[in-house]
């Protein structure tokens, strides 16, 4: 029987493939770093598996969360979203996530990729169990996000976006992902 961290066990199938396939690896491609985030600040304030649920609906609705598209949502198209049973209808996390898709094109254009700007944090380090729900490294983040115009990136969806996206490697010592 494989053994995996707490949080996991005894838990859905798709929870399970995503602690195995996905939490705690290092990503680095632009386009699965911007899904992590739109995810992640849908989740503040929610469970994960509900967005885990919902993840396909969020992905059809936004477009495969194309960078580009998203940046020209007008007011119809976030009245759509709106509409959309099928994910979060949370008026201000829509219109964050086209805001910080802006953001984060710019992100891009000044530091080559978004992966260079958060891989930067560490220079390229994976940080190794932490268990926390925070940290100094993700309120520098956090802080750095809302400063280039950012929303719903505080400190708490930070940390759970760098877990998600690998930077912090939080696999319990026990765990076979460790």
């Known amino acids: 029987m494989i053994k995996r961290c707490s949080w996991v066990e005894g838990k859905e199938?798709?929870?399970?493939?995503?602690?195995?396939d996905e939490w705690g690896i290092a990503k680095y491609d632009?386009?699965?770093?911007f899904e992590m985030l739109v995810l992640e600040?849908?989740?503040?304030?929610?469970?994960?598996?509900?967005?885990?649920?919902?993840?396909?609906?969020?992905?059809?609705?936004?477009?495969?969360?194309?960078?580009?598209k998203i940046i020209n949502y007008?007011?119809?198209?976030?009245?759509?979203?709106l509409e959309n049973e099928k994910i979060i209808r949370?008026?201000?996390?829509?219109?964050?996530?086209?805001?910080?898709?802006k953001v984060f094109k710019v992100i891009q254009k000044e530091y080559g990729s978004f992966s260079n700007y958060i891989w930067g944090?560490?220079?390229?380090?994976?940080?190794?169990?932490?268990?926390?729900?925070k940290s100094e490294l993700s309120d520098k983040i956090a802080k750095d996000l809302k400063k280039k115009g950012?929303?719903?990136v505080g400190s708490t969806t930070i940390y759970s976006y760098l877990e998600a996206i690998g930077i912090i490697d939080n696999h319990e010592k026990d765990c076979f992902k460790y």
């Open 90 to 101: 949370h008026e201000g996390k829509i219109r964050a996530t086209i805001n910080n898709a």
């Open 13 to 20: 199938e798709i929870y399970i493939r995503y602690h195995d």
């Open 41 to 68: 600040s849908f989740q503040a304030g929610l469970s994960w598996i509900t967005i885990l649920k919902k993840r396909k609906s969020f992905k059809t609705a936004f477009d495969d969360f194309n960078l580009d």
């Open 74 to 81: 007008d007011d119809d198209k976030v009245r759509q979203l």
């Open 30 to 33: 632009d386009d699965i770093l």
């Open 121 to 133: 944090f560490t220079d390229r380090k994976i940080i190794k169990a932490e268990y926390k729900t």
């Open 150 to 152: 950012m929303k719903f």
